[in-house]
């Protein structure tokens, strides 16, 4: 079972309504190269380091 139903506000409704940008586009390789910067500054990795973002539910953790 999952856990719903739950209610959204209006301003993340309207975040979800606009398009998606895609995964080759500049701009998600620019904040994507951002957010990989940000998970070194959280686990302490060096500069150098080449963190893996998996994609998953939260109970995907589980399996690694």
């Known amino acids: 079972m999952i856990p719903g139903p ?3 506000s ?3 409704l309207a975040v979800l309504a606009e398009p998606t ?3 080759v ?3 998600f ?3 994507f ?3 990989l910067g940000r998970v ?3 686990f302490l990795a060096s500069k150098d380091s080449q963190p893996f ?3 998953g539910s939260g109970t995907s953790v589980r399996s690694l």
């Open 21 to 23: 940008m895609s995964h």
């Open 33 to 35: 190269g951002s957010t």
């Open 6 to 8: 739950i209610e959204f």
């Open 40 to 42: 070194r500054q959280v």
């Open 53 to 55: 973002v998996i994609a």
């Open 10 to 12: 209006e301003a993340v």
């Open 25 to 27: 586009s500049p701009e």
């Open 29 to 31: 390789i620019e904040i």
